[in-house]
C-alpha cells in the first residue's frame, strides 16, 4: 500500500479532476467512501429530487474550505492536503467500507483529523477505481489554528505498513528516508509522450553516478560529465569557488524552450557537491592507473588485469561487511563505484544485468548509518582502473575475468545484505539481494564458454589423476561442512584446475584450503565455481582455457608456489584498506 502526498492551493480543481473522466486513467463511478462528519454532498451520487453534479461538487468545495475563508490571511498559502493511496496489483479489492477505514486511519495518523477531536480538519476520500482512493482535506483546524503536520509522509508510510500486516495485503520495505527522489508523473508522462524510456531524473542519475566512479579530482568528474554528452552547469560563488553543479539532457527543455536542469542533491542525496567532495577526499587515489596494485607486471590484457585486481579487493572488502564496523558504510560507497566500472565496460552480452545490479545496489550505499572516513583507495582505485582499461571482450581472458570478478560480486551483494538486514535496514538489504540476483544471471551468461572449456578438460584427465584431485575436494569441502555433490555441482571444472595449478608448482591440497578459508561459501549458487576462480586467480591461471599471460621482460626464474601464493594473497599497501592491516592480517576462518 503506497501513499503519496502532495500540496496545493485548489480545492474546486482537485475536486473537478477527482469526479472527471480522468487524464490518463479512466475514473470510472467516482464517489465519496469517506468523510469528516459522513454527511458530505457527493457530486458522483447525488440522490436529491434534481441533482446536478456541478452544483453538488461547488458545495462540497465550499463545505471543505469553509475554515480557510474563516482564517483568513492565517490560513497557509497551500491549504490542500492531497494523499492518493494505492494497493499492490496482486492484492485483492478493497470495499468501500475499507477504504473509509484507510482514509480515517491516515488523517487520523498524520493529525489532520485525530480520532474524537471535534476541531479537525475537514476531508473527504473519492474513490474513482477499484486500487485507490484520494484524500482530499483542508489544513485549517475548526479552532482556524493549522495542524500540526510534522512527518507526515513517514507517518503515512508508517500506518500503511500496519494496515498490510492487519490486513494480509503485500507487506511493502520501511523507509529511512535515505532514497533517492523518485519521478513526479509530469516527467514520467513527459517521457512516454516523448519516446524516453525512463524520466531524465533517473538518466542523469546514473550518468552523474558513472562519472563519479573512480574519479580522482574533482576537475575529472566534472570532464566525464560534458564527455558523456550532459549540459553542466556550475554554481559559483563571489570568490569564484564552487558552490554545486546542475546537469541537463540535451533536448529536455520546458515550455519555453530552456533546458531542465537538475541539482545533483536532488538526484540522490549523496551525488551533492559537497558529499562528493568528501568522497573524493576519503581515498585520494593516483592519477596513474590502479595497475601498480598488482605490481605492475603486464601479464594480461590491461582489462583482464584489472579485473583480477578488483576481484581481490572485493574479496577484502566482503571480510570488512561482515564485521561489526561503520568502515564497512564507506566500503559500500565503493561497491557501488567498482559495480558503476563494470557495467561500463562489460562486454554486450553482459551489460543489461550489470547495468541493472549497479542500479539496484546504488539503494543499498545508502542508509542513515554515517560513513565513518575510511581508507576506500583500494577499491576506488580498482574501479578506476577498469574504466581507464577500457571495455572487455565478451570472449578469452577478458571474460573469463569478467566472470571471476561477477562471482565474486555476488558474495560481496549477499554480504552487503546481511549486514543492512543485521541494521534494520530493509530497503537497502532488499537492494542488495536485487543485486545478487542480476549479478547472478550476468555470471551465467559471462562464465558459460570458459566453465564448459574447463569441465571439458577436467572430464579429460587421465582416470588416476582425475581420481585423485577428486579424493582432494572430498576431503577439503567437509571440513568446512560443505559437500561436494557430483550430482548436482560437477566438479571437473575444480578438478581441472587443480590439475593445472600442480602443473604449476603449487601444492593443489594446500591451495584448495587456502581458497576455501578465504571467507564463507555458505552463500555460493555453487561452491565449485566460487573456488574454480579464488583458485585460478590465486595461482595466476589464465580465466579461460587456452589463454596465455604475456611474457614479462626483465624477469628470472619463476618464484616458488609458496612465494608467490603469498604474494597474491598480500595486497600491497597502496592497494589494500588500512584498516585491513589493523584487523585482517592473515585471511578469516
Known sequence: MVPKIRRGSRTHGLLVYLYGPGKRDEHIDPHLVGSWDDFAPD??????????????????SAA???RVKQAGTKAPAQHVWHCSVRTDPGDRTLTDAEWNTVARRLVQSVNLAPEGDPDGCRWVAVRHADDHIHILATMVRGDLRRPRMNYDFKKAQAECRRIEKEWGLRQLKPGDGTGAKT???????KAERTGRPEAPRETLREAVRQALAGAATEEEFFTRLREAGLRVKIRNAPSGDALGYNVALPGD???DREPIWFAGSTLAPDLSLP???RRLSDGTLDQTASSSATGGRPEWSPPARERRNATGIAERVAILLDSDDHEAAA??????????AVAQTSPAATRTELSAAARAFERATRSNVRAERADTRAVRSAARGIIQAGSALGRGEDGGTTAMLVSTLVLVALAAARWHSARGHAQQAHASRQTAEHLRAAYRQAAATPMQALRDQGRALPEAERRTHEATIRAALPEQGLQADNSSTKTDALAATLAQ????GHDPKALLQQAIDMRELDTAEDVNDVLVWRLRRLAQLPAHPGATRRPQAGTGQPKSAAKRTSNRMAPTAAARPAAYDARHRTPRR
Open 64 to 66: 471543505l474550505d469553509l
Open 253 to 255: 527543455r520546458n515550455r
Open 275 to 277: 558529499k562528493i567532495r
Open 331 to 340: 566500503q559500500l560507497v565503493g561497491v557501488g563505484e567498482l559495480l558503476d
Open 501 to 504: 595449478a600442480e602443473k604449476a
Open 183 to 189: 519521478p513526479t508523473s509530469a516527467e514520467r508522462f
Open 43 to 60: 457530486p458522483g451520487r447525488d440522490t436529491s429530487p434534481d441533482p446536478d453534479p456541478k452544483a453538488t461538487l461547488a458545495r462540497l
